[in-house]
């Protein structure tokens, strides 16, 4: 029967009306925090600007992602929802890679929720990062108020580009990051909690404010030692750089593309790196990492 006139209205008015009511319980659905610790994965988000974001945002970007909520930079600690700027301190904090990250790694894990925590900061360099700063205070902080509502699944690094100015600070690296792994570990509680950094850009070097040969040596050094952590740490892993671009003239920071491409490869070294954790574990521990 077709129906017409004044009773359609009322008729498309009422469905209309069902669907946006679905749409609100899903959406609040999509936002809320699980009941299980086991279904809320929360991931640390440390370094400077690169893990901060630095690309320009279209307006899509600041619409919440379904099923990832995250930790304020300020304020309260209470879970919101999840866009960018995930970090929001300095004003050039922009598109990152963290929410495409959580994108991917949900792709295979339904029923879960993914929780960041924020805690990057620009033009930091590593000493401003590790155990007894303010901002490594303020990262344990909020992944222990975490811990009583979800798992701390891993911690997402993306920082070095500071270390290159000078000799001293690039010789000292290695030791320094390898440090801070070992400290978050133990005031988390989690000797096998995974680590997962990325490789600087391979552009950078090649802008006319840190290309000189002396400065590039030592660019390639925190690259060196950026890549060969899964060598000489444990549950560790390395997100390469390859095929990315940048937006602007000093060539440090990446492009929007170029973080949707990070997300998913840490996203990706992340499976790899809990995926050799449980083959290389005792056959009476493997088990999910909790």
Known sequence: MKVTGP??????????????AADGKQDAKARKIPSSKENFHVFLLMGQSNMSGY??????DRKPVPYVVKLPTKGKLRWRPAAHPLHNRLKSDRFGLGIPFAIEYLKDKPGVTVGLIPVAWGGAGIDKLKKGTPT?????????????????????????????????????????????IADVRKD???????????????????????NKPDRVKRIDKVRAVLRSLPKKV????????????????????????????????????YAETVKRSRQNAPADAKRPHR
Not at 7 to 20: D, F, P, T
Not at 161 to 173: C, G, M, R, W
């Open 188 to 210: 988390l509680a989690d000797d096998k909690l995974p680590f997962i950094v990325g490789n600087l850009a391979e552009f950078y070097g090649t802008g006319k404010n840190h």
């Open 136 to 180: 490594y205070s303020n990262a344990i902080k909020k992944a222990q108020h975490a811990m009583t509502r979800g798992t701390i699944k891993g911690v997402l690094w993306h920082q070095g580009e500071s270390d290159t100015v000078t000799q001293p600070k690039a010789d000292s690296y290695d030791q320094k990051l390898r440090q801070l």
């Open 7 to 20: 009773l359609c209205v009322v008729l498309c008015a009422l469905l209309s009306g069902s669907v946006l």
């Open 234 to 269: 444990k549950n560790t892993g390395f997100a390469e750089s390859t095929d990315c671009s940048s937006p602007d003239r000093h060539m440090v920071h990446f492009d929007r593309k170029s973080y949707i491409m990070l997300g998913k490869r840490y996203a990706k070294a």
């Open 55 to 60: 690309a320009m945002m279209l307006a899509e």
